[in-house]
Every structure is written in structure tokens, then in C-alpha cells.
């Protein structure tokens, strides 16, 4: 059975490796110091490692008493590239870099799950840890796949946790389907003919043409997406010139495209194509539309969620699992993982804005984000129990 890791040793470990991993961050496939710390915290506690899949990611193994079927669980190490507005004494030493998404919190409470099952390893099977770099943007988990992941280390099923602000503490959130979004980038390229802005009849004006495809744009969502679907398109970034009395040649447009059904992103990059081409030679100018796929959604296998949430509510009881809130259109690159093996990804309560801190202070990716250290032994004791039950 498993023990409540709070008021344990194992507890005040896990803040430790977690303040420690906070105060130096590091970006994707560069974390080095944190792969090689992590590291050196399994291999002080007999745990096997397996080092360079993903070039910094690491494959912790437990074996149980028994043999049996195997399992993986999976942490993420990275950072980003946010100049930390926190004070506290464990705040981030690397410059312009910060544990903005609580990461240093996944791997706090996976390192420690492999710590007790280590010492604790009344179960029948293999538990395999994963700590995957480059979650934020830098495909991790694909490149972990692709590097053999699932040869070396054959699964049964795979899991993943991330925490989640604005979810109370003591909580879990768990999808039967859709957890979060796939997400594409679009880029759009404008190209007219530059000149004076007071001859516009001797140019070709990109920028109203331009304007027109972004305005145009905001009809796919609001008209061609069924009202109980999900997705976004938004444009983020216009670049073009830079005068006041020159029309510029070339207008830059990008944007990102988020939805949970393959189906319905499929149908939204035809009619951004449509829209693309169709202005374009409406306007009798040149625009290109390029769709970069950057990760497919996260979606749950149903028998793996109950699997989930059985667990969780053995650790906060089932009125804390809520299994009702609506996916995210965030992404996450476990969906890499979850594609080549079945299983499940939950979210774990951070809890809320507290009254002090400005509004956002402890959202996802906020310069005032913090991982909450209380989180870390319910997380733990989530990823221990959901490993007793699944190989009994
Ligand atoms: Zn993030
Ligand atoms: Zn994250």
C-alpha cells in the first residue's frame, strides 16, 4: 500500500530537486545541467538509467518484485525563454530563462515516484520513467519516438500529468477523449509591387490586400466550424514596411491554427487556402499560404482515462477528480507519445490566483508563475498508485 508521501522525507526531497531545478533553467535540448542532475539524484538511489534519447532525455526503469506487463510515465525538463519576475530565493539564475510552465515540478514528482517504487517495489511488471526535453515547442516527445523509445523500452500503456492553474490544489482533472488541441503555424506571404505611397496606382499594394485575407479569416471559425466544435485561427504577427510615404512590397502575415478534430483542421486549412488564393488573384497580387503541422492533439483512450481516475481518486478521493472540464486548446507533444502507445495524459490542480499576487501571476507561462511545492506529493503519490494498480 502505498503511504501518504506528505510529512515524508521524500517530500522535502522532492522540494529540494524542485527549487534546485527552478533556479537553473534551461530551453529545449539544452538541458544539460537539469538531464545530468536528475541523473545524478536516480543513480544516488540505485535506479538504472538509460541517457541520450533526444539527446538529453533520460529512461529511468524499476523492476517489480514480480514480472509483468510494463508501463511508462512521463515527466517534462524544459524551460522558456521568460525573464522571471519573481523573487523568491530559489528564483531563476539563468538569464531571460525561467520554469514559466512548471516542469521543474513534473520532474520533482517523477524523480520521487522512482524513489518510492524503488524502495517500494511490491508490484509485477516494469515502470519506466521518461524525462522527455523539449516540451515547449521543440517536439521532445517525438524526437524520443523517433530516437526508439518504444523499441527500447516497450509499454503497455503510457501517462502523462501536467499541472494546471486555475484547478484547485488537491484536485485532478481527467478527459475520456480530447485533452488538448493540435496545433498548426501558418505563415502567408503578400507580394505586390513597392513604391510611392502617393502613386499607389503605380504599385501593387500589398497591404490592403493583406488586410482583406485577415479580415476574411475570422469568418472560417465563426461560420465554417459547427458551433459545437472547437477550434481557433488567429493571425499574431504583421510585418511590413516601415515609412510613411512608401508602399511597401511584401507583407508577412503569421498565425497559429488550433482544433481537436483532424477532420475539422483539415476542412480549416482548405478554406484559409481558398480564402488565400482567391483575394490574392481578386487583388491580381501574389499570396502563398504555408500550413507547418507542429503537434497533433492530445487524446485519451477511454479504458486508460478510468485507469487515471481511479488512481486519483484513491489519492483525493472522487469528488476531487473531475471528469467534465472542457479540453484546452493549448498542445502539449505528449500527443507524440500517445499516438505510438495507448494511454492517458491528466491534469493536476496548481490551484488558484491567490489574493496577492497580480491577476495571471500563477497562470501557465506568466513571469510570476510558480509550481505549487504542496502539488508535489499528490502528484507523486498519483504516479505510485496509478503503477500498483495498473501492474498488480
Ligand atoms: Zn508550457
Ligand atoms: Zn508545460
Redesign the pocket.
Known sequence: MLKNIQNTDLYEKMVTWRHHLHKYPELSFDEKVTSDYIASILTANDIEIHRGLAVTGIVATVKGKKSGNSIGLRA?MDALPIIELNTFDYKSMNDGKMHA???DG?SAMLMGAAVYLKKNNDFSGTVHFFFQPA??GGAGGRVMVKDGLFDMFPCNSVYGM??WPGLEKGYFAVHDKEVMAAVDTLDITVTGRGGHAAMPDQCIDPIVAAAQIITSLQSVVSRNVGPTDSAVLSVTAINAGNAYNVIPGVVHIKGTLRYLDSNIGSMIKDRIQTIVQNIGSTMAISANLTVTPSYPATINTKKHAEECAKAAASIVGKGKVIRDLPPSMGS?DFSFILNASEGAYIWVGNGSVPDDQPEGGCM??NAQYDFNDEVLSVGASYWVQLAYNLLK
Open positions: 517534462d510552465c512548471g516542469h513534473h516540451e515547449e501536467h499541472n502539449e501557465l507561462h
